[in-house]
């Protein structure tokens, strides 16, 4: 009978034991104190010269994970092209493992690579971003580019601009000093850092007394920009086919000829610019001859609609798929500027043509394309009211200023 109970006095203590440890493993305060596994993260930005290679040996990382990297990303980036200045993310694992790399492509996608149970998995992301209304106003001193800081975005700003008003003026020829503009765009901003310029809302421009207004308003699916009545400023003709660049000689009937001194008319406009630099299509159309044309050199023709031609000649080389029988569309770039034919220098010579008749570019009177649904009007108005309020709010600032004109909502600088 001892035996038996002695036995029992055991068995319940071994019970007691197990209940207890058990309760040990379980309890949440012990959970929460276990350690946890380490996360180490490496960042940076690229150096110039830099190389993936280069990051893998500075922070002796396993070099078998690089290739596999490499190859998880090649269908989206080659990682053998970093450029710098770009932003780059490592995250390791507590056994030194790359769980994850992160590269910034450009100001707009990110490119992601994680590890999985496969190995690497890479997705291009689009990077998000604070978005700031900034004001930005300026005056004219001898071309936009020149009007605003030489910065890259200032740059890309200026080219947006020109784009949008590309049907009413010819930043190469109509240009003032004294002109001005003024500008509501959107800031991109990362971390309060200022990244890049946005859409463009609403924008004016002031030209030699005339004042034009642009509106960015979103119908049928695409967005477009259009005046304050409501018409679209796209037309069917741009008014130059290049930005920013001089004309060296207008249209005119009679002029002497630079290389035959002679009088001839000169039934086109000439745009003195760089060799290489790209000339675009001023219109929709069908190519009808591209190749070499006697004095015109290196020479496209453009039929487009209601019996309108355009002809673009002097070309270094004529654009990849310019052959007789190709669409294009207005702004595609169809060659390059060059001094091909009879040229004293590098230029364009541009011609228009209205039922095989020349007639000057510079003055002719173009209808404008489409114009805002009455459904669409009431929001349309109370988009352009709530924009002239901020472009009234802008005051160009002086050449000598030019660059230091952005300012957000609150009136600080951008």
């Given amino acids: 009978m001892n035996t038996i109970f002695r036995k029992a006095i055991l068995l319940v203590i071994l019970c007691l034991a197990f209940l207890s440890g058990f309760s040990l493993l379980n309890d949440p305060e012990e959970t929460r104190s276990l350690p946890k596994p380490e996360i180490r993260e490496i960042t940076g930005r690229i150096k110039k010269g830099e190389t993936l290679t280069d990051l893998f040996k500075k922070h002796h990382l396993d070099f078998s994970e690089l290739y596999r990297i490499r190859e998880a990303s090649a269908n989206i980036h080659h990682l053998r092209e970093l450029h710098p200045g770009r932003p780059y993310k490592i995250v390791l694992s507590q056994n030194e493992q790359i769980d994850s790399f992160s590269y910034g492509m450009d100001d707009d996608w990110l490119l992601n690579v994680n590890r999985t149970d496969g190995g690497y998995a890479a997705e291009k992301v689009a990077l998000a971003y604070e978005r700031q209304l900034l004001h930005i106003g300026g005056t004219i001193k001898d071309n936009l580019i020149a009007s605003l800081d030489r910065s890259h975005n200032s740059l890309l700003l200026a080219l947006t601009l020109s784009d949008i008003f590309a049907w009413e003026i010819d930043f190469s020829t109509d240009l003032r000093n004294s002109d001005s503009f003024k500008i509501v765009v959107e800031g991109l901003y990362s971390g309060g850092r200022f990244i890049k310029y946005g859409d463009i809302l609403a924008a004016e421009f002031m030209n030699n007394g005339t004042v034009y207004r642009a509106y960015a308003f979103r119908q049928n699916g695409k967005t477009d920009y259009y005046d304050e009545t409501g018409k679209s400023l796209r037309k069917p003709f741009l008014k130059s086919p290049l930005s920013f660049r001089r004309i060296s000689s207008g249209f005119s009937r009679g002029r002497v000829h630079p290389i035959l001194k002679i009088y001839r008319p000169h ?10 630099t790209p000339v675009s299509a001023s219109g929709d159309g069908t190519v009808i001859f591209a190749g070499r044309r006697g004095q015109y050199g290196n020479l496209i023709v453009i039929r487009h609609r209601n019996g309108y031609k355009t002809y673009y000649g002097h070309l270094s080389r004529i654009g990849r798929g310019m052959k007789s029988g190709a669409e294009v569309d207005q702004g595609k770039v169809i060659g390059y500027v060059g001094a091909t034919g009879l040229a004293t220098g590098p230029h364009l010579h541009y011609e228009m043509r209205l039922h095989d ?53 609150d009136g600080k600088e951008g």
Avoid: W
Wanted: charged share 15%; glycine share 8%; aromatic share 4%.
């Fill in 267 to 276: 039934q086109g406009i000439d745009y003195a610019a760089a060799t290489g």
């Fill in 357 to 409: 008749r020349q007639v000057n570019p510079l003055s002719l009177k173009i209808p404008r394309g489409t114009v805002i649904a009455d459904a669409a009007l009431p929001p349309f108005k109370q988009f352009t009211n709530r924009m002239d309020s901020e472009l009234a709010s802008i005051h160009p600032s002086p050449p000598a200023a030019a660059g230091r004109a952005a300012i957000g909502r």
